[in-house]
């Protein structure tokens, strides 16, 4: 475990933290005047590996080689030329800091970061992380990785779990969940039902991912909550002649795939960020990454069972609560978390996947972002 102290004056401005992999949903902007939760779960923080924040240059100012040369390989609105390496932490794991007033940012409902660093350390005032809490964003402290050290934390030590301790004590997470408005809707509902934003964000990815690994072919996926997430968009996006290729899930907890499969939607260790290999290590399938919380509930979904109820029934009764409804919207994966991830990946220099990013308004309209 680590501690990260200022800069500045050395003073602790967290609790003790285990690393964790940087969450797929971590840069998503999910609907309108949402009220979203804590980014990382409390006790862990995460590493952004990229430059993040002002100085921004724009696309047209950024040669293709140096592009290139960042891992981006189609067209993006900016680059940014801030310091790599920025830290995300639980609001609650901060110590020792202050917020700034005047450093609300272009905030709706909360404040956003967009003004640079808007907490400060207690001890000598230095500027040193950024607080998230507007809504439609996930809340979250960003700590700036200039201002901050990371230390280790006496007699502590991190051992990440198997991939077989994962299945076994992990829970997965639901494909839809109840969202929370920050002001009422034209109904009058503050609240509602709807498709999981980490679900969203993990398509977002793992679509990216599974265009770049059909090759222009037609891809199909399993049936089920994997068809519900997948399949629309492969549909609308990929031609529709030849033969299908099968994309399978595959894990630790699963059969060992096929030697003739060769696209596996396979777990990521949430600890660690690497991607789950097959027994073979030769194998030359591409290997799909899904959050191992969205992939554990695919392949383990849990059923809704009977409450034990109390108070005003007797004790020992139980009784069928209705199970969570579904949403009434189709599935849409989010392009913010697609766009990324296309962009980084070789095979966006595709004259056809390079079509598909210009054209993604038109695809947001017909449903599929």
Not at 102 to 110: I, L, P, T
Not at 177 to 197: A, C, D, I, K, Q
Request: glycine residues 8%; proline residues 12%; charged residues 15%.
């Amino acid at each position: 475990m680590f501690v990260f102290v200022c800069a500045g004056c050395g003073a602790e401005l967290t609790a003790p933290l285990s690393q964790a992999a940087l969450p797929v949903h971590a840069r998503q902007k999910y609907g309108n005047a949402v009220q979203l939760p804590a980014l990382m779960k409390p006790g862990t923080f995460a590493v952004d590996p990229e430059p993040s924040g002002p100085p921004w240059r724009r696309w047209e100012e950024i040669t293709p080689d140096e592009a290139a040369a960042r891992g981006i390989y189609a067209p993006v609105h900016a680059l940014s030329d801030g310091a790599p390496g920025a830290i995300v932490i639980a609001p609650g794991d901060t110590r020792n800091t202050a917020l700034l007033p005047k450093k609300r940012g272009g905030a709706c409902c909360g404040i956003d970061g967009a003004d640079g660093p808007n907490m400060a350390c207690m001890s000598c005032g230095l500027p040193a992380a950024s607080r998230i809490d507007d809504c439609s964003l996930w809340q979250a402290v960003w700590l700036a990785p200039d201002a901050v050290r990371r230390l280790p934390a006496e007699g502590t030590e991190d051992t990440p779990l198997s991939w077989a301790e994962l299945v076994d004590n992990e829970k997965g997470t639901p494909p839809f969940e109840p969202m929370t408005m920050v002001w009422g809707s034209r109904l009058g509902l503050n609240s509602f039902w709807s498709w999981s934003p980490q679900w969203e964000a993990a398509a977002g990815q793992a679509l990216a991912h599974l265009l770049a690994a059909s090759q222009g072919q037609p891809v199909t996926v399993p049936n089920g909550l994997t068809s519900q997430m997948f399949q629309r968009a492969l549909d609308a996006l990929l031609p529709a002649g030849g033969t299908k290729r099968p994309a399978v899930l595959a894990g630790p907890d699963l059969p060992v795939p096929d030697k003739d499969a060769d696209i596996l939607l396979v777990p990521v260790h949430p600890q660690t960020g690497q991607t789950w290999n097959p027994p073979d290590s030769a194998t030359s399938a591409y290997r799909i990454p899904l959050p191992f919380e969205v992939w554990q509930w695919m392949i383990h979904p849990e059923p809704h069972l009977p409450t034990l109820a109390s108070g005003v029934m007797p004790d020992g009764v139980f009784r069928d609560d209705p199970p969570a409804p579904p949403p009434h919207q189709l599935f849409r994966t989010d392009r913010g978390a697609f766009q990324h991830t296309l962009v980084r990946l070789p095979a966006a220099r595709a004259p056809w996947l390079r079509q598909i990013l210009e054209n993604l308004t038109q695809h947001i309209q017909t449903g599929i972002f």
